[in-house]
């Protein structure tokens, strides 16, 4: 029982990060509706300029905003430059274009700072509490700063005129286009809002899986996965979409090691997760391809 | 008096191919205007050729101000209200949402609230429906709500392409007096685009035909509505 509680925990923890990463992909996908498969490299790019903030002698409390506003601007500048001549291509082209972006933040990560693996300290004090030993402090620390990330866009976009214009944008650009709306610059503001989240992400997951060029990529699957299980349509889904994936990668783990503890045969254990992991997404796509939570268009005709 | 809008010349296109041949208007303020003409002839391209929506050719200036070749947005923060073909609901947004949104260039933001009450007025379903859904609302109210968004922008024009299309003839009606009312007490002047050409000389006080993307004749509704070649060959009525 205590392991399991324990399973559930850190599933929770690796959740958060998915969730974080879900959210960054659907930022973009209802704006411009692409899947940014650069997201990843993107938010792995935003957590060396941590390390390097924190290398310089800053605080982690102040290097975070700042890079996050950093990545906000590196976000809309990719999309102002490089996508905008784009908005009329075949969606293969810009799937081109991502893919050469993952390429290009890869190589200059590993240009600027090596390949060597390097350590960012958790920001999180490190105490002790009732569950101490199901949860560790960073555990703790990502899953509340998903939440306060998640409630801050919500609020964002359901309070603010800035977030209804946006959504509008998102929604009916022809329309929003007669209501004054600069469309455009709607869709670079998406791209600025996912880089950011995708930042907070970076340097959240650095501490607990350590920094190198290629520490996203499986990330990024288990995020694009979360992204689809919750619906990729919709923040709120993905952010759930990425807890689910992260408490059920574990539990299967779990119930596989359970298994084999009983009956002596090896079916499933830690090795499997992200299989398991992709074979839930297959199945929830199939029965319900909209996601979860996700908004299934209707047209009248 | 100087014309509120003005367009000579003007040609529009969609890809290769010409939609508008020739045409020139003028509207005078405080006017309604409407522009009539079978399938085709190019009314609704005309009047996304004011909002920068076609690429066109030739002239168009509001308040002696060219806008030809600027960009949509920038037009309609000119103060020109686009009531668009099919309505152009936000339809997973409210419909406070809806107005709210129509009103987010404006920096007035008290003489956005006199209009919302405003709208409110001549349009009291949509206060009873403000947290509805939009996609939800009926044709004849997401008509209104399209019309209510147009004047959120505090506009001194307002292009409306077929408002009466799809909706039952009371509705079309009510609709109809509104605009009239809308006109009369806020000023707004008005470029209407019909299909119905009686009940669009009902309303308007100057009319234009067009035939295949040209002006073929122009002048006061009663004119038009009195010179039975054109209405027979025209407006078939």
Redesign the interface.
């Known amino acids: 029982m205590e392991q399991l509680i324990q399973q559930v925990a850190s599933g929770l923890a690796n959740g958060a990060i998915y969730a974080c990463l879900a959210l960054a992909l659907v930022m973009i996908f209802v704006s411009t509706d692409h899947i940014n498969f650069a997201q990843g490299e993107l938010a792995m790019f935003s957590a060396y300029l941590v390390w390097q903030a924190l290398a310089w002698g800053f605080n982690f409390w102040v290097a975070l905003p700042v890079v996050a506003l950093l990545s906000f601007l590196i976000g809309v500048s990719i999309e102002r430059v490089i996508l905008r001549p784009l908005h009329h291509a075949p969606v293969l082209s810009v799937v081109v274009v991502f893919i050469g972006l993952l390429a290009i933040f890869h190589s200059l990560a590993g240009a600027i700072w090596g390949h060597t693996i390097k350590a960012i300290p958790s920001p999180f004090p490190n105490f002790t509490f009732v569950g101490s030993g199901y949860i560790g402090p960073h555990q703790i620390g990502m899953i509340v700063v998903t939440v306060l990330l998640l409630v801050a866009l919500f609020a964002f976009f359901r309070f603010t005129p800035l977030g209804l214009a946006m959504r509008a944008a998102a929604q009916n650009p022809a329309s929003a286009r007669l209501a004054g709306i600069r469309v455009d610059w709607m869709l670079a503001l998406g791209w600025g809002l996912a880089a950011a989240i995708g930042a907070v992400a970076g340097s959240l997951v650095a501490p607990a899986v350590y920094l190198e060029p290629n520490m996203m990529a499986s990330i990024l699957l288990y995020g694009f996965a979360g992204a689809l299980v919750g619906g990729i349509s919709s923040p709120g889904g993905a952010v759930a979409g990425g807890f689910i994936v992260g408490v059920l990668e574990n539990l299967i783990a779990y119930l596989g090691n359970l298994f084999e503890k009983i009956t002596g045969v090896y079916i499933i254990g830690n090795g499997e997760k992200l299989t398991v992991a992709l074979i839930i997404v297959i199945t929830v796509l199939t029965l319900k391809p909209s996601g979860l939570f996700g908004r299934v268009s209707v047209k009248r005709v | 008096m100087a014309a509120l809008l003005e367009a000579s010349g003007l040609k529009a296109y969609y890809g290769q191919t010409q939609a508008l041949h020739d045409v020139s208007f003028s509207l005078e303020p405080g006017g309604i205007t409407t522009l009539l003409g079978a399938n085709g002839a190019g009314k609704t391209t005309t009047l996304r050729s004011i909002?920068g929506?076609v690429r066109t050719e030739g002239t168009i200036k509001l308040d002696g101000q060219a806008i030809s070749g600027r960009a949509?947005?920038d037009i309609?923060?000119l103060g020109v209200g686009?009531v668009?073909e099919g309505r152009?609901?936000?339809?997973?947004?409210s419909v406070g949402?809806n107005l709210?949104?129509?009103a987010?260039?404006r920096k007035d933001k008290a003489a956005a609230e006199r209009d919302l009450a405003m709208v409110f007025e001549y349009f009291p379903i949509l206060k009873a429906r403000i947290a509805q859904q939009a996609g939800t609302l009926s044709g004849g109210e997401q008509q209104m709500l399209a019309i209510s968004?147009?004047l959120m922008?505090g506009p001194r024009l307002v292009l409306l392409d077929e408002p009466s299309f799809g909706l039952a003839p009371l509705i079309v009606q009510e609709i109809f007096r509104i605009m009239r009312r809308i006109n009369d007490e806020a000023k707004v002047s008005m470029l209407l685009v019909e299909q119905n050409a009686a009940l669009a000389l009902e309303l308007a006080d100057h009319a234009y035909v067009l035939e295949t993307g040209r002006v073929v004749m122009s002048g006061k509704s009663a004119d038009v509505k009195n010179n039975e070649a054109i209405r027979k060959s025209y407006l078939g009525y």
């Not at chain 2, 152009?88 to 947004?93: A, D, E, I, P, V």
């Open positions: 909002c929506m949509t947005e309609i923060r686009h668009p152009g609901t936000f339809t997973n947004l949402e709210r949104v129509a987010y260039t968004r147009a922008l």
